[in-house]
């Protein structure tokens, strides 16, 4: 079960760099993954579908989204927010990744 | 389409115009990609539809795929009844949290029909107008049926912050509403999601009026089938009685008809005249009522499937002249002429149950003596085609061409019959008919009309 509560749950936090990278997935293919994985702090295994951070989470994520948008222009930017708009809306302002506000 | 790794690290002077190739190649993908999802969520509601038959399984799973492929807090559907103005909820899928806070206090949103649906302050502009319409505040949508303290700490709860509603159109008719719960405002819908949910409302309507049609039609086969069941009972019922009741009334028939024939040969001592012509006149009528009880006797066993027919080698022709010879006092006591003519033929031998073939030609002739007021009777025999053909036509009252398929109907007796003076149970055609296809033949009437005589065919197999 998902909760929400006033402080950002770590899970849900979790799924938005996987949520960034299936979706980036479904426009470029297997490159999203190569990408995400120069990601620095980001630690990807694409078997299991997951995704670990070390570091802020945020500034990760910010990365991630910097990244594909310097590769494939603006509208990669769109796409990452597209993802997890479902997920940010639960979240607090100050809590979303400034990438995907 | 291909992003080239190479170019994307290169940092030589062309780097923009590659960016610029690839961003183009990315917004291309990107419109496939949409388009993409659309049709693979389109196929699974597709794949949905054709499984599920029922309105509320449909309803149910096709709102489970939608909840989840776009993660919303809810997705529900009302049923739209116009002559009742009412709206009926469907099963409503939820999310994680919605489960959750329905179990802890659940304003049962999906349990409680909406009345006067289009003068509600939230359904009528979908069904009026038959468009779209979102509101930020869910007691808008059910207030009506809940109390807005509660549904204002349910919204909280479930961070639900808009209800989106679209109708389900059927010729242009509201025949439902599909209902979405969201946790963000309509505007930040991303443009997959809106136009998804453009493209899957019309083929939903589709999907549950087929559902909904298959219902009805399922509802309709069981009353139908009950109905038959019950009329299966009290046919059999009916047979059984007429079965019982022919029984109980032919045996004392048969004392009457002995005692009777006794009598008129003298057995008891010679009668006056006047005596004599009262007696013969309880044998008549003694006779006739014996032929009636054995016509309903017959239909008894047929109607049970107890009719047994005892097979034979037997001479057509024989029986035909056997059948004209016993009936012919009967045509010669109306003054009609009879005309028996057989046309020459290698054999005239048959199998089948001679005594029921027999009974069927004599009832057919005595059917003919009995509406023909004057001019004659013919009975004329053929082989043709490896089957036997017996036609009896006569000059009596004819055959309406609108009567004429009913006519081997039980209980049904010809439009003038009545002008004949005859009396009858309109069953003797019936059962010549069933024991005639019983034994593989045909038995069939043809009439120029009223007043112009008929013609009734008999075919019978050769051996």
């Known amino acids: 079960m998902i909760t929400i509560s006033n402080n950002i749950n770590t899970k849900t936090f979790d799924q938005i760099p996987l949520r960034i990278i299936k979706e980036q997935e479904l426009i470029i293919g297997p490159i999203a993954w190569d990408e995400a994985r120069k990601v620095s702090g980001l630690t990807i295994d694409q078997i299991h579908n997951l995704v670990s951070f070390s570091g802020d989470g945020k500034d990760i994520i910010d990365r991630l989204v910097a990244r594909y948008e310097k590769l494939f222009g603006k509208a990669s930017r769109e796409v990452c927010r597209d993802a997890v708009a479902s997920i940010i809306a639960d979240m607090q302002p100050s809590e979303i990744p400034i990438s995907l506000r | 389409m291909f992003f080239n790794k190479k170019q994307l690290t290169a940092s030589d002077p062309g780097i923009d115009e590659t960016m610029a190739v690839n961003e183009a190649l990315y917004k291309q993908n ?233 009598l008129l040969e003298g057995d008891f001592g010679e009668m006056s005249q006047e005596v004599k012509d009262s007696v013969q006149v309880i044998d008549t009528s003694s006779k006739s009522l014996v032929k009636i009880v054995n016509e309903f006797l017959d239909v008894s066993r047929i109607e049970q499937g107890r009719m047994k027919y005892e097979m034979t080698d037997y001479n057509v022709k024989s029986l035909v002249e056997e059948v004209t010879t016993e009936l012919r006092p009967n045509v010669e006591a109306k003054k009609l002429e009879f005309k028996i003519s057989v046309d020459p033929a290698d054999s005239y031998l048959s199998n089948g149950d001679k005594g029921k073939i027999k009974q069927v030609i004599g009832n057919i002739i005595d059917n003919s003596i009995k509406y023909t007021l004057e001019g004659s009777i013919k009975v004329h025999l053929k082989k043709e085609d490896g089957k036997f053909l017996i036609s009896v036509s006569d000059t009596g009252i004819g055959i309406e061409q609108s009567e004429i398929p009913k006519l081997f109907s039980m209980f049904t007796r010809a439009q003038d019959a009545n002008k004949t003076n005859v009396t009858g149970t309109g069953l003797g055609l019936y059962v010549a008919r069933q024991m005639v296809e019983a034994l593989k033949g045909r038995v069939w009437v043809e009439s120029p009309g009223k007043g112009k005589g008929s013609i009734f065919f008999i075919e019978l197999s050769s051996k």
Not at chain 2, 108 to 129: D, R
Not at chain 2, 171 to 194: A, H, P, S, W
Not at chain 2, 224 to 242: P, W
């Open chain 2, 30 to 262: 990107l419109e496939l990609a949409i388009k993409n999802k659309t049709l693979s969520l389109l196929r699974q509601l597709y794949q949905i539809s054709i499984l599920a038959l029922e309105p509320d399984v449909l309803a149910e799973k096709i709102g489970k795929t939608i909840q989840e492929a776009f993660e919303f807090e809810l997705v529900g559907f009302y049923a739209f009844n116009q002559q009742e103005d009412l709206l009926t909820p469907m099963p409503f899928a939820e999310s994680a949290r919605l489960k959750e806070a329905s179990t802890l206090q659940s304003p049962s949103l999906h349990t409680k029909k909406i009345a006067s649906a289009s003068g509600h302050p939230f359904f009528s502009h979908i069904i009026n107008h038959k468009t779209l319409s979102f509101a930020d505040d869910i007691s808008s949508v059910w207030g009506t049926v809940a109390d807005g303290g509660l549904l204002k700490k349910f919204q909280e709860e479930v961070h639900i912050k808009n209800i989106l509603a679209y109708p389900l159109l059927i010729d242009d008719t509201v025949t439902g509403i599909i209902l979405f719960g969201l946790n963000r405002k309509y505007e930040d819908l991303i443009q997959y999601e809106k136009e998804s949910i453009d493209s899957f409302t019309n083929v939903i309507a589709v999907a549950l009026d087929r559902a909904r049609l298959y219902q009805e039609l399922q509802i309709a086969n069981k009353r139908l089938g009950e109905s038959n069941a019950r009329l299966k009972e009290l046919d059999q019922m009916k047979s059984q009685f007429l079965s019982f009741a022919s029984h109980q009334i032919r045996s004392p028939l048969t004392a009457i008809g002995g005692y009777t024939s006794m």
